[in-house]
């Protein structure tokens, strides 16, 4: 139902865990630039460390100078391990080891514990926090153990960020889904009893609102139902007194038999009526033109020449679904009533209109009106104001009214006629 309580309550819920998993997107995403940002730092800092060494290379020839330099390097940066080693692989410079050791000693440094393979010039590879870098010039690679690498710590808290984020989203999805459940079992319930009663559903006060109006629907009910045995109770009263009445009339030869096979026929076409009415209606639906429906229904209804009949239709009103018998009896019945109501000349117009997603038929006539607290029972079986009436029309009306999900209303004052709207939706529900 357009507009209704239960579709906002699921676009907000639909809105609601949309804007949770934006938010995760977008905190991940700034957890990945922050990340981003410390490797770059890491990397700043070995690219500095190798430029402040190959100034050293072109300053110093002197070897215990260059050690002491290089020493004085790794204290400045906080590094756990620093080698510097030539295009071969032989150690320049070790920190963990003495300038004697490597003089005597002229090792390679075995870079495949760390790395798969060897950074090309300018670049940087990186295992947690270790790095190597490969110097231009003068060509050396450098190696170092950063103490305190800044992406390392970032990424352990990164890691325990992603797993936060997880089980937050997790936990959130099946408390959504289970809040959701819960909510809307009572909302699909309610909604689906109004629905199926005809209530029309209001954003506001939606529970409260659409309850009371169950209520008073069921209590109309309970009352149309105690008139119904009320009104078949005095009918056949009177027609099994009537009956009786003439029985003993035949007997003393005053009337003819033919007269009780008539009162008992006329009791067959009452039963035959509220049978009539009460069996649940199937709607054979087909593609129903307003148009056409609205002639063959004032064709049907003979309005007689001191009824002057309008129709205007505004705008292209477009085909929809429904059972075109159906539609035909309620319009019919809708402009009997209105011609009945009509004494001496009059009018009737029908505005035919669409908007949103129904379509508004609207039939005011001239007649003599109905007093404003008649409208809500005048939709209810067996309520009438005439004298030969079964009050069976308009509730007739409002039953295929409420069979293709639509619903009728009346707008009406004593002596200045009366309105009646009919709402067709054009998207049938099934």
């Not at 507009?3 to 934006?22: D, T």
Request: charged share 25%; hydrophobic share 45%.
């Amino acid at each position: 139902m357009k507009g209704s309580y239960p579709r906002n309550i699921s676009l907000i819920s639909v809105v609601f865990i949309v804007l949770i998993l934006f938010l995760a997107l977008v905190n991940l995403y700034i957890s990945m630039q922050f990340r981003r940002e410390f490797a770059r730092y890491d990397h700043d800092k070995v690219r500095t460390i190798a430029a402040l060494c190959s100034d050293y290379f072109n300053r110093y020839d002197n070897r215990t100078r260059l050690y002491s330099m290089f020493k004085n390097t790794k204290s400045a940066f906080e590094l756990e391990h620093m080698v510097i080693a030539d295009t071969l692989g032989y150690r320049v410079y070790d920190s963990w080891k003495l300038p004697l050791e490597l003089s005597l000693s002229h090792s390679r440094v075995n870079f495949s514990a760390d790395f798969q393979r060897l950074p090309v010039p300018g670049e940087i590879l990186r295992n947690r926090n270790v790095y190597i870098y490969f110097n231009e010039d003068p060509p050396f690679y450098l190696y170092v153990s950063l103490l305190a690498s800044e992406v390392v710590t970032f990424d352990s808290l990164f890691r325990w960020h992603i797993v936060y984020i997880t089980i937050s989203l997790l936990f959130i999805g099946f408390l959504g889904i289970f809040l959701i459940r819960n909510l809307f079992m009572p909302m699909r319930y309610v909604s689906s009893v109004a629905r199926d009663m005809g209530i029309e559903m209001k954003k506001e006060d939606f529970v409260s609102a659409t309850f009371n109006e169950i209520f008073k629907t069921i209590k109309r009910k309970e009352e149309t139902l105690v008139e119904f045995s009320t009104y078949i109770a005095h009918e056949f009263r009177n027609s099994v007194g009537a009956i009786i009445g003439l029985a003993r009339l035949v007997e003393k030869g005053k009337k003819p038999a033919s007269a009780i096979v008539e009162e008992c026929q006329a009791m067959t076409d009452l039963i035959a009526k509220l049978l009539e009415y009460s069996k649940p209606l199937k709607a054979i639906s087909g593609s129903v033109d307003i148009q056409q429906l609205l002639d063959d229904a004032i064709q049907k209804a003979a309005i007689p020449d001191r009824i002057d009949v309008k129709k205007n239709v505004v705008g292209a009103v477009p085909s929809f679904v429904g059972d075109y018998e159906l539609l035909l009896a309620a319009l019919t019945n809708l402009f009997k009533n209105s011609v009945e109501a009509i004494h001496g000349k009059g009018s009737i117009d029908v505005d035919v209109a669409h908007e949103d997603d129904s379509i508004i038929i609207t039939v005011t006539d001239s007649g003599t009106g109905i007093d404003e607290e008649e409208f809500e029972r005048i939709f209810s079986p067996f309520h009438t104001q005439k004298a030969d009436g079964m009050g069976l029309g308009l509730a007739y009306v409002k039953k295929i009214m409420e069979l293709h999900n639509g619903r009728i209303s009346v707008a009406s004052k004593k002596g200045k006629g009366s309105t009646f709207t009919l709402y067709f939706p054009l998207k049938q529900k099934p």
